[in-house]
């Protein structure tokens, strides 16, 4: 497998049928019991058999989090036992001819041990900036205590003057006078993670994590096992550690010391440069002492560094987590990744969710932003663009709930894809599922699931478009700087700045207008610079660079970007009348005004602003790759600026299928589309000679309605169970009436599992010949189709459409149809885990439960007809035509 820097790949038809297993999604597998070997292998071949070929193990110790997920995790995490398991683990994955991803720690976050590394060594705990304040009354005596980095006397929002440790002072003491106190938590007892500012913990963490499994299944790096992922590895926001207030100085030159009371002053005006450089020291200190270690390491073991952080998902982020600069943190992995869980990303308009649960006999009540669908995907894939790297990877499906759908499924991948990931590790299974594992962290992927046998129709087409978005270059000319150090800066101005930059965001994207993220970091590399008038980073080089709302980008900054426009280059400053005093020529626009100044990729008639589009340009021809996130149906006309032919590549199947309907009219290809609910295409423009499956389309009108006449019966049950999952077949079961809609009445609102629906109907000869296509409708939520005894496949997610050209008769024909739904189901109205504590279950439960109950609706809601016309299949060898 080659996984080296991408360039200018060809597109090869058997690479598209069948990916090499690193594309197909993997699964986190959580091992949460006794490790059995036989078990362990069940498993592995029971993921292989649906298409998941990637697994990454997540190891739950008992130490990990103790009073809130429970686990039975045996052997001792990383003990000799525990490592001859894992061996075996990957000996067994690799003659499966599967990918293992090294998951680096015992839970999450990574870079503790599971809190063994400041078990052994103390000092090595992590540390945070804090104050406590003391409010002052006369003949109190001032004095800084002794552990303190330094007190500040203050007369109400004014410093009076800075105390040093111990320090003593006699004063007037006045109304409005209190004492700020700033000291760091090292020394508190209740903290197992540490400092990952300082470089020797990570050695440490490496020596205890990475190096013992080298010891056990080293052979199989750079082969079965590619990269190590870590996860979601942060510091304590504000952080401290020794030395800071040193090497701050030495670089800025001047006090951090005596700057101490800025730093938590976010909101505020004054302080916003001690911020912009306190933020600037210790994000690059993070990338550098952490995950550069690990990515060196890795280096030198031919493995690929991976992982993703935690929070940034919104774009102040990099203000307020453990991270402290999205773009730079991610420079530091081969494959940088996001993480996509609580529903952040899903189907639908932004709300909020309230969830009430229990923690240690506490009541607590959350809330929950979800369907944000923020573009953070673009920060991964912006610096696999720039960095020349070949993929960004995103996790996903953590806590969605068990209604969570193959059809919902797919419209995050395609969320996600368009905007430049392509792999995907999915939230999880688990090693056992036994008693209050039942609960999980959903959705639950193992056997048990109704949808289990669906699986593999997602895992073929992500794999599929995996494949095809990471074959050449990104075709992408646009540029939209992210103010970063407006984010450190803070201010009153913080959340304007923040809302502008989303806006751009979303509007270039519906516009159509692809794009990545620049910053400072990028602008002042000595090796950025201006050829040919387009501003070049790494391999990338774009046209134009947009800018919404700052203050706080850097002078470097603004003079590349002067250069950028003597040369020729576009440099848009968008919100304000105005744009910010940064270089002559740079041209300020509304952001309505938005659409008129960018190029979009693909022109469509009429606009739509729920399309999405990406393009790859590749050796032999172009790639694109158009999505609808809107929840309707939608036809249209997409416009190409291509002269060479066009090939419709079908992720689902692997089909290369041929376009009959598409116009070339001055060198440009236009393309009916019909885009269904989380609809999406994939065309391919290429003079290449490719074999593929002709599509003669024809109108599609009803020939016979199937609307009445239907009856049911239960085919499989999947139950929560007293102990475990149940499966239960009722395939002797009588039939009975049913009206297409809802099966609630039927089989009751709490039924999760299989149901059959049959028909008969009669068919004249003519009808018979005429029959091409059966339309089921809407369908809650997957189906496997027979007619007259044959079975014609599954279907995941609209359009739940079969083709049966030849396969009705004359006279009495029967239509049997297997519907599927969720366990969400089960887990609204099952009272089998009302025994156990919500300790046990996980705080996640009850998220799950707020999300679930939105996918109980189920059954065949039809319409359901065969229509006349549709599409015959045959084989082309030569699509270089222009139809």
């Not at 001690?274 to 933020?279: E, G, I, K, M, W």
């Amino acid at each position: 497998m080659n996984i080296g820097r991408p360039g200018n790949e060809k597109f090869h038809v058997p690479l598209f049928e069948n990916p090499d297993s690193f594309y197909w999604p993997g699964y986190l597998w959580a091992w949460n019991d006794r490790l059995i070997n036989d078990e362990i292998s069940l498993q592995l071949k029971e993921f292989d058999s649906i298409g998941s070929r990637t697994i990454s193990v997540l190891p739950v110790p008992k130490s990990f989090r103790p009073d809130s997920y429970p686990t039975n995790l045996e052997p001792e995490y990383l003990s000799d036992e525990y490592l001859k398991t894992y061996k075996e683990y990957v000996e067994e994955a690799h003659k499966l001819n599967m990918r293992v991803w090294i998951y680096d720690e015992g839970g999450w976050p990574s870079g503790s041990v599971c809190g063994e590394i400041v078990k052994k060594n103390p000092s090595f705990v992590e540390n945070k900036l804090c104050c406590l304040e003391v409010v002052l009354k006369p003949g109190d005596p001032v004095e800084a205590p002794a552990d303190c980095i330094a007190a500040f006397l203050f007369d109400g929002s004014d410093i009076v003057r800075q105390l040093k440790p111990s320090e003593k002072i006699n004063v007037n003491i006045l109304e409005n006078y209190k004492l700020e106190i700033y000291y760091c938590t090292k020394n508190r007892s209740d903290s197992r993670y540490p400092d990952l500012l300082n470089p020797e913990v990570t050695l440490e963490f490496i020596k205890q994590t990475h190096e013992a499994y080298k010891s056990v299944v080293g052979s199989y790096f750079g082969n079965t096992i590619p990269m190590v992922f870590t996860d979601e590895p942060r510091v304590s926001n504000p952080p401290w550690t020794d030395g800071i207030e040193t090497g701050f100085e030495k670089r800025f030159g001047y006090s951090l010391i005596e700057n101490l009371p800025y730093i938590l002053r976010g909101e505020e005006t004054g302080g916003q440069r001690v911020r912009v450089d306190y933020f600037d020291l210790w994000s690059e200190r993070f990338a550098k002492a952490y995950l550069g270690q690990i990515r060196d390491w890795c280096h030198r073991n031919s493995l690929l560094s991976t992982g993703h952080l935690g929070g940034e998902d919104i774009t102040i982020g990099s203000g307020i987590w453990g991270f402290g600069h999205v773009l730079r943190a991610l420079r530091m992995f081969d494959v940088p990744g996001v993480d996509t869980i609580w529903r952040q990303v899903f189907p639908g308009d932004e709300q909020e969710v309230e969830v009430d649960m229990e923690y240690n006999n506490n009541p607590q009540h959350i809330k929950l932003n979800i369907n944000q669908n923020h573009h953070f995907p673009k920060y991964a894939s912006s610096v696999s663009h720039q960095e020349g790297l070949r993929w960004a990877f995103a996790e996903a499906f953590g806590v969605y709930g068990a209604g969570l759908t193959p059809e919902q499924m797919k419209w995050v991948a395609d969320f996600l894809y368009v905007r430049g990931i392509n792999l995907m590790i999915i939230v999880g299974s688990y090693l056992s599922t036994r008693e209050y594992f039942m609960a999980g962290e959903r959705p639950v992927f193992t056997k048990d699931s109704p949808l289990w046998e669906y699986l593999g129709l997602f895992h073929g087409y992500a794999a599929r478009l995996g494949y095809s978005l990471c074959l050449g270059h990104p075709a992408i000319d646009t540029a939209v700087y992210l103010p970063v150090r407006d984010i450190w800066a803070g201010g009153p101005d913080l959340n304007n700045i923040s809302e502008s930059n989303d806006k751009l965001a979303k509007l270039l994207l519906e516009n159509q207008c692809d794009f990545d993220f620049i910053d400072d970091d990028v602008l002042e590399r000595e090796s950025t610079g201006i050829i040919d008038g387009g501003l070049k980073i790494g391999p990338m080089q774009y046209r134009i660079v947009c800018i919404s709302k700052t203050k706080w980008i850097s002078e470097k900054s603004k003079k590349r970007l002067s250069e950028f426009i003597s040369c020729g280059g576009r440099v848009l400053y968008i919100g304000d009348v105005e744009g910010p005093d940064m270089c002559e020529g740079i041209i300020s626009i509304g952001f309505d005004e938005i659409g008129e100044n960018v190029e979009p990729l693909v022109a469509i008639t009429p606009a739509n602003k729920k399309i999405r589009v990406c393009k790859r340009k590749l050796e032999n021809g172009n790639m694109y790759f158009l999505v609808n996130e809107g929840l309707t149906r939608f036809e249209c006309t997409a416009g190409f600026n291509e002269s060479m032919t066009a090939v419709r590549l079908d992720p689902e199947t692997g089909v290369c299928r041929r376009i009959d309907r598409k116009f070339l009219k001055n060198g440009m290809w236009s393309i009916p589309m019909e885009f269904s609910i989380a609809g999406s295409y994939l065309i391919y423009f290429t003079d290449d000679e490719i074999s593929q499956v002709t599509e003669t389309t024809e109108e599609k009108n009803v020939l016979i309605p199937l609307d009445d006449g239907w009856n049911c019966r239960i085919a499989k049950s999947n139950k929560i169970g007293e102990h475990e999952f149940e499966i239960v077949g009722n395939s002797g079961e009588a039939l009975f009436p049913i009206k297409l809609g809802d099966w609630k009445g039927a089989l009751g609102k709490g039924f999760s599992g299989t149901a059959e629906y049959s028909v008969q109907f009669k068919c004249s000869s003519d009808k018979a010949k005429k029959a091409h296509i059966l339309d089921l409708g809407n369908v809650k939520y997957c189906c496997e189709v027979c007619i007259n005894g044959e079975n014609l496949g599954k279907r995941a997610w609209h359009p739940y459409i079969f083709h049966i050209y030849g396969k009705l008769k004359e006279g009495l024909n029967e239509l049997k149809v297997m519907v599927t739904n969720t366990m969400a189901n089960q887990y609204i109205t099952s009272k089998s885990l009302n025994k156990w504590p919500d300790d046990l279950l996980t705080g996640y439960h009850r998220i799950a439960l707020a999300f679930e109950k939105d996918s109980m609706p189920s059954g065949l809601y039809g319409p359901v007809n065969i229509l006349a016309g549709g599409v015959e299949y045959k084989k082309q060898g030569d699509i270089n035509d222009e139809n």
